[in-house]
């Protein structure tokens, strides 16, 4: 069955019998202030899309990565990688695993779980703290900071778990979709190699690990998730595996043209950042008033709001127009953060919501 995510505000209009227009739509951690869309020139829409490496080096200096990749969106190489992975165990072991695992977070962005499940992995769920006991040839995927929870495991966490990740020749796939909000160090990429500018020596580069995979997504900060633009961050030879593997074309040029823009505009980067921190922290002390005492976990890109009752508090909103997401485990609701106008609609429609 496939997984059900926010942003399918028509399905939600169509159920609650409103309109696609007059909703708020906050079910999603996409940013409500998008990079303004240059101007496209022709060309780029007649020919073939080419991966540059004026793109690519834009990539590796807005990421601090020894190396990268675009994926038509993270989402493409979260359904490819068990194939990938299950290919290089073979290589590995010179004959197919038998018995197959992967450790997921218990709480977090469900397509990961799926796409392990499928490829017949046995799934372990953590939540608290990183697995550290695992199976050889294993996978280890963790959400970083996570969706919808917001924590976060440190560099020192995540370290340890390459570490035994290592030992057994598992591998490390670090998703860090909603990472652009923080300062580089955050990321795990900063720390693949000692070296945090990008003019890494030869000898540096041959000691990145094989058994990290990083994901970035172009599309939450930049707040275009219609682009469907990512990157992974790994190895050299991850990097070739992964280009090899999904095609020429799978992201289209206006894609390409864009993102390469997006990533070179630091003033813009610096001004996202910090409206964002500062819409997030008006949307939090809005909510913390109407939902007393409840727990709240913020970040940039989203809030989540732990309640009793948030199916029924969900359906309340929908009532009135405002969409928001609903967690799996049904025990909390995540709010996409609003621009001024639209926390002004929230704000109106949470006067009407009872809360429990
Ligand atoms: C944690 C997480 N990872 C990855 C993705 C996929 O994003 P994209 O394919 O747009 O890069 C999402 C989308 O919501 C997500 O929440």
């Known amino acids: ?5 926010g942003g399918q505000l028509s399905r939600v209009a169509k159920q609650y019998q409103i309109p696609e227009q007059e909703w708020l739509d906050l079910s999603t951690g996409i940013a409500p202030f998008s ?3 240059p101007k496209i020139p022709t060309h780029i829409w007649q020919n073939l899309p080419t991966i540059t490496d004026s793109l690519v080096n834009a990539a590796k200096a807005y990421y601090k990565a020894p190396y990268c990749w675009p994926l038509a969106g993270s989402q493409q190489l979260i359904e490819k990688l068990p194939e990938l992975w299950n290919c290089k165990v073979a290589e590995l072991n010179n004959i197919p695993l038998k018995e197959k695992h992967a450790y997921l977070p218990k709480v977090g962005y469900k397509e990961h779980q799926q796409a392990w499940s499928k490829a017949g992995y046995r799934l372990h769920f953590y939540q608290q703290s990183l697995p550290c006991d695992i199976q050889q040839n294993s996978v280890v995927v963790v959400i970083n900071p996570n969706n919808p929870l917001t924590d976060a495991f440190t560099i020192e966490q995540l370290k340890q778990c390459q570490e035994l990740c290592a030992q057994q020749q598992a591998l490390l796939v670090i998703d860090e979709a909603f990472a652009d909000i923080f300062e580089p160090e955050f990321s795990f990429i900063y720390h693949l190699t000692d070296l945090n500018d990008i003019t890494y020596q030869e000898h540096r580069l041959d000691q990145i690990s094989e058994n990290v995979i990083v994901l970035r997504s172009v599309g939450k900060f930049f707040g ?31 894609a390409l043209f864009i993102t390469e ?3 070179k505009d630091k003033t813009w980067q610096v001004t996202q950042k910090m409206r964002l921190q500062q819409q997030s922290k008006v949307m939090r002390s809005i909510l913390e008033i109407h939902f007393v005492g409840a727990r709240i ?15 029924d508090v969900y359906h309340q909103l929908c009532e009135q127009g405002i969409y928001v997401r609903l967690t799996d485990e049904n025990d909390s609701l995540r709010f996409g953060i609003a621009n001024e106008t639209q926390l002004k609609k929230l704000q109106l429609a949470l006067i009407k919501v009872i809360s429990y």
């Open 1 to 5: 069955m496939a997984t059900l995510h």
């Open 297 to 311: 976990e913020a970040n940039a890109l989203f809030i989540t709001v732990f309640l009793n009752q948030a199916a």
């Open 261 to 263: 823009q997006v990533l």
């Open 35 to 37: 990079y303004p869309i």
């Open 224 to 254: 275009l998730a219609g682009l469907r633009i990512g990157f992974v961050c790994s190895s050299q030879e991850w990097c070739q595996t992964v280009q090899e593997n999904i095609g020429p074309w799978s992201i289209n040029g206006p």
